[in-house]
C-alpha cells in the first residue's frame, strides 16, 4: 500500500424549490456543510466555511429554512442529517450542500467528517457519510425535490493510506427527482482555490439569483461558467431526474414581494477542538538560590561578579531557538490522530500496526526520515509485512537510501501481483537511471492499475529519456489529466 495525496472533495445534497403552489411549495429545508479542519490534513482547507457561508445566506434568501454547520464530526454530522430528514414534509424541497473531503468506495461517494479515523478503506465506510444513502432516506420521507451538490473533489490526505480504489468521487444512483451536482466529473480531482473561495461556489451563487430560471438550467449555466472561467480545467457534472420545473428561488421580481423573512441558520459547531499547534514559550531558566543572592547584591566593585557577567551566565543556559522543521514535527506530533498512535506504542512496543500507521502518517507530513524509523520497527515486528516493506521501500527512495530496490522486491516476493511495489521499483530504477527497467515496472504496474498516474508519470520521463519522446509525452499528458499535481509530487522524490 503505497502513500499518495488525493483529492480534497465537497458534498452538497438537496436544494431548489417546487413552484407548485400548497404547504409542499413552502417547504424548503437545506443542510449546509463546510468541513475544513481535518487533523491529518497538513493545514486547514480553504475554501469550505466561507462557500458554506455564503451558501447558506443565499438559500436563505431563497425561502429556505438552513441548518449550517462548520468543522463537523461524524457525530455532529449524523445528528444535523436526521435532523433535516424529520423536517421533511411530503412534497418538500430538502437539499444537502457538502464542501470538504470526499472519498469514492464501493461505487459510492462519502462524505467525510473532520474526526474520521480512516486507515484502509473500510474505515471510509465506517466513518463516511454515504450520499447515496442520504438521497435514498430523503426520497423515503418523501421529498419531491432532493438536491445535492458537492465541492468535494480534492485531492485528500488518506489515499496515501490505501490505493485500490478509485481518484475523485463516484456517480450516484439517485432516485427520481434528484439533481445531483459536483464541481468536478466523477474520477477526477481538483486544486483548491488559492484566495479561499471555489470558482464553482461563485458561478453556482451567481446563476440560482438569476430570476426565472430552473434548476437544471442554473446548474448547466454553472458548469459552463466554470469551464469558461478555468479554460476547460475544471468541468463540473452534474445529473438531473427531476419530473417538474423547480426553482432556487423566486422565479420573478413580483415573487419576492411579501415573502417571509427567515431565521438565521442554525449552527451545528464541531464537538472537536483543532489541537492548538502554537509553539511553546521558549522561557528562561530559573536562576539557582546561589545566583539569585549574587544577582541582588552585585555592585561596581572589583571584589564582586560583575552584572554583565551574569546576564551572559543566563544566556549561556537558554536552550538553542527552535527551527522551524522541529517546531513543524511538534504541530504533527500534536495531531490527535499521532498521539493516540503514538500512545498505543508507548503501551504497547510490539504493536505493529501501529508503528505502520504511525509511520504512513509521518510520510503523509513528509518527515520521511522519522517515517522510516517507524517503517523499519513494523517490518521488524513483521518482516513478510508487504506493505510496510513497499512504503519503506518508497521512503528511501525519496530520502535516497541505496536499500530501497531490496525492499520493493522483498514486497513483490511476497505479493508479486502488487501494483504498489510494482510502481514504487519503478521510481526506484527511474531515480537510479535505469530507465529500461523502470519502463518494465511501471508496464506492469499499469497492467494491474491503468490509472496509476505516478506509473503513467515515471514511465512517460523514462520513455523521454530513451528517446521515445512522443510517448512520452503522451504518458506525461495522461498522467496529468489523472493527477494535477503529479509533477510537483515527483520533485519531491527528487525525479524531474
Do not use: H
Not at 385 to 413: F, H, P, S
Amino acid at each position: 500500500m503505497r502513500m499518495r495525496l488525493v483529492a480534497f472533495f465537497c458534498l452538497l445534497p438537496l436544494l431548489l424549490a417546487s413552484v407548485s403552489r400548497g404547504e409542499a411549495a413552502d417547504s424548503r429545508y437545506a443542510l449546509v456543510i463546510g468541513n475544513a479542519k481535518y487533523p491529518d490534513s497538513e493545514s486547514p482547507l480553504k475554501e469550505p466555511v466561507n462557500d458554506m457561508k455564503a451558501m447558506a445566506d443565499e438559500l436563505k434568501r431563497s425561502g429556505f429554512e438552513v441548518t449550517a454547520g462548520e468543522n463537523l464530526t461524524g457525530e455532529a454530522m449524523r445528528r444535523a442529517i436526521n435532523g433535516l430528514y424529520e423536517k421533511i414534509k411530503p412534497g418538500a424541497v430538502a437539499m444537502i450542500f457538502f464542501s470538504g473531503y470526499g472519498i469514492q468506495s464501493g461505487r459510492q461517494t462519502f462524505m467525510i467528517p473532520v474526526d474520521s479515523a480512516i486507515w484502509d478503506e473500510k474505515d471510509v465506510r465506517r466513518d463516511g457519510i454515504s450520499l447515496d444513502s442520504v438521497l435514498v432516506e430523503m426520497n423515503s420521507r418523501g421529498a419531491g425535490v432532493k438536491i445535492a451538490i458537492l465541492d468535494a473533489s480534492r485531492r485528500n490526505p488518506f489515499e496515501r493510506r490505501f490505493r485500490q480504489f478509485s481518484t475523485g468521487l463516484a456517480p450516484v444512483s439517485a432516485p427520481r427527482g434528484t439533481l445531483v451536482m459536483y464541481s468536478a466529473p466523477p474520477g477526477t480531482v481538483i486544486n483548491d482555490a488559492p484566495e479561499g473561495r471555489s470558482l464553482f461556489v461563485q458561478e453556482l451563487l451567481k446563476e440560482i439569483r438569476v430570476p426565472n430560471l430552473t434548476a437544471d438550467e442554473a446548474f448547466n449555466r454553472t458548469r459552463v461558467g466554470v469551464s469558461r472561467v478555468s479554460k476547460n480545467e475544471q468541468v463540473p457534472w452534474f445529473s438531473s431526474s427531476l419530473a417538474e420545473e423547480f426553482s432556487f428561488g423566486p422565479r420573478t421580481q413580483q415573487d419576492l414581494i411579501g415573502a417571509k423573512p427567515i431565521d438565521p441558520p442554525k449552527r451545528f459547531e464541531s464537538d472537536i477542538k483543532p489541537p492548538d499547534i502554537r509553539p511553546p514559550d521558549i522561557k528562561p531558566p530559573d536562576l539557582q538560590p546561589q545566583q539569585q543572592q549574587q544577582a541582588s547584591t552585585t555592585t561596581t566593585t572589583q571584589t564582586e561578579k560583575p552584572q554583565q557577567q551574569i546576564i551572559i551566565q543566563q544566556e549561556k543556559q537558554q536552550p538553542p531557538a527552535k527551527t522551524p522543521e522541529q517546531i513543524r514535527l511538534e504541530e504533527v506530533n500534536n495531531d490527535p490522530a499521532m498521539k493516540e498512535l503514538s500512545n498505543l506504542i508507548a503501551a504497547n512496543p510490539n504493536d505493529q500496526a501501529a508503528f505502520y500507521k504511525r509511520g504512513q502518517l509521518y510520510a503523509v507530513k513528509g518527515f520521511y526520515a522519522v517515517a522510516l524509523k517507524d517503517f523499519n520497527d513494523a517490518v521488524r515486528l513483521n518482516p513478510r509485512d508487504y506493505e510496510a516493506l513497499n512504503n519503506r521501500c518508497w521512503v528511501k527512495m525519496i530520502i535516497g537510501d541505496q536499500t530501497a530496490l531490496k525492499d520493493c522486491n522483498d514486497a513483490l516476493t511476497f505479493r508479486p501481483n502488487f501494483a504498489d511495489a510494482l510502481d514504487s521499483r519503478g521510481l526506484v530504477n527511474l531515480k537510479n537511471g535505469q530507465n529500461a527497467n523502470a519502463i518494465a515496472d511501471f508496464d506492469a504496474a499499469l497492467r494491474l492499475n491503468p490509472k496509476l498516474a505516478s506509473s503513467l508519470y515515471g514511465r512517460g520521463l523514462a520513455r523521454q529519456r530513451t528517446g521515445a519522446g512522443p510517448a512520452g509525452d503522451r504518458d506525461l499528458a495522461a498522467a496529468r489529466a489523472i493527477d494535477q499535481n503529479i509533477a510537483s509530487d515527483f520533485a519531491i522524490f527528487g525525479i524531474r
